[in-house]
């Protein structure tokens, strides 16, 4: 296996860093402020002026949609495996990847509406979703069911002439708070009575419809997100067009594993990077600070930490790598072992050394002033997102075993 980056690849990320350079990472503290004063003035979800002038840069200098490999839709996009490293970039600025039109839930949905609308709701909605400017939220999760358990999920998607009446409950739907997001795609059941795997299926929604009712936002951590936001929604009586369902009635257990898929990944590739930043803060607060007469530095258990760091963060990468490599060479499905491996190694390197990071910094650590409590949240909470890790385990351990009896049976 060689991962080593290509010539062009290795120019992508000089070109990118330098971006960062030039235009991220002086807008960090004009982007806090904004934010600030936004939820100051009493209304914290509207977009932001600082993310959309930093996308206008991006875009003229073709840095978009770089996340949809092999689309005529978005000629520019990368292979998975060229676009971790680029990944892992946007991932050291948590609100970074929107500058790029790389930013979820919109990268999933557009893949769903890449592989399997049509190509009228790739017009309608695709198309404004790849130019960055709509943006989309997923509604799958419910409050009164394992979710991780897609078969359990109870949201009922009725068949009525030429229209479906969705009637259920989402919560933690992500993208929903933001005042641009024009589409839902919405998970629910539409026979009760077919095999566990083929009850389900997917519409879209558009946000505006009567009958959504968004009750709140779900904190995490206590942070909500605005103006992204991860919103527990109500839909009563929720009527859509027939032409409105993704791939057709029961395929949406089906469309949920397309998705989740690269979605994994790319939430793999930027906790690397959030490692990364959480680890330079680390390096750069213990060489910085005095107790008990020496610099936290020359304390062995430092020494210890950041070299576990560093060894944790070398595996997690060439493990994405791999997974992304699969997922080029033999597909999504045949690369599941691989992506269920990174989703459980890299948001729980992530958690480690951010939470080292944060005992670096003793009380600056837990608050407002360092970004590491906001880092921690998203990374502890992304052990859950897209699977918690229970579930990709008993996956890696299912086809481990099924390997196994294989070998045994020949």
């Known amino acids: 296996m060689d991962f080593s980056y290509s010539a062009k690849v290795e120019g992508l990320r000089r070109e990118l860093t330098a971006f960062f350079d030039e235009f991220i990472h002086p807008a960090e503290a004009r982007h806090a402020a904004e934010a600030q004063a936004q939820r100051t003035a ?3 979800w509207q977009a932001s002026a600082v993310v959309e002038e930093l996308k206008q840069k991006a875009r003229e200098r073709g840095w978009w949609n770089l996340f949809l490999p092999r689309s005529a839709h978005a000629p520019q996009g990368l292979s998975n495996l060229e676009y971790a490293p680029l990944c892992e970039i946007m991932g050291r600025v948590p609100w970074s990847a929107e500058v790029f039109n790389c930013s979820a839930p919109d990268t999933g949905n557009m893949e769903v509406l890449e592989r399997y609308g049509t190509p009228a709701q790739q017009a309608r909605w695709l198309a404004p979703l790849l130019a960055g400017e709509i943006r989309s939220a997923f509604l799958m999760t419910e409050p009164d069911v394992a979710s991780s358990d897609a078969t359990n999920i109870q949201c009922s998607i009725r068949r009525d002439g030429d229209s479906y009446v969705i009637n259920g409950r989402k919560w933690f739907s992500s ?3 933001d005042p641009r997001c024009a589409v839902y795609i919405v998970m629910g059941k539409t026979d009760v009575d077919a095999p566990a795997h083929r009850q389900q299926s997917m519409l879209l929604v558009p946000a505006d419809t009567p ?5 709140r936002p779900c904190s995490v951590f206590g942070y909500d997100d605005a103006p992204h936001g991860h919103m527990d929604i ?5 009527r859509v067009p027939a032409e409105n369902i993704l791939l057709g009635e029961g395929r949406g257990f089906e469309i949920a594993q397309g998705r989740l898929g690269p979605g994994r990944i790319h939430h793999c590739m930027r906790s690397i990077g959030l490692a990364e930043a959480a680890l330079e803060l680390l390096c750069r607060r213990v060489s910085s600070r005095v107790a ?8 062995s258990i430092w020494h210890e930490r950041i070299a576990e760091a560093r060894c944790l963060i070398e595996q997690a990468r060439l493990l994405t790598l791999k997974a992304a490599d699969a997922m080029d060479k033999v597909g999504n499905k045949a690369a599941r072992s691989e992506i269920a ?7 729980n390197m992530a958690v480690q050394i951010i939470d080292w990071a944060i005992q670096a910094h003793g009380a600056a650590g837990v608050s407002a002033d360092f970004p590491l409590a906001a880092a921690y949240a998203g990374a502890r909470s992304l052990r859950l997102a897209d699977g918690p890790d229970e579930v990709h385990r008993a996956t890696i351990a299912k086809l481990e075993l099924a390997r196994y009896a294989a070998r045994a049976a020949d």
């Open 211 to 215: 009958g959504i009712h968004v009750r």
């Open 292 to 299: 008990f007469g020496r610099p936290l530095a020359e304390y």
């Open 42 to 44: 009493g209304n914290p």
């Open 234 to 238: 109500d839909l009563i009586d929720v």
């Open 175 to 177: 993208g929903a708070g």
């Open 341 to 347: 491996m990174i989703k459980v190694v890299a948001p």
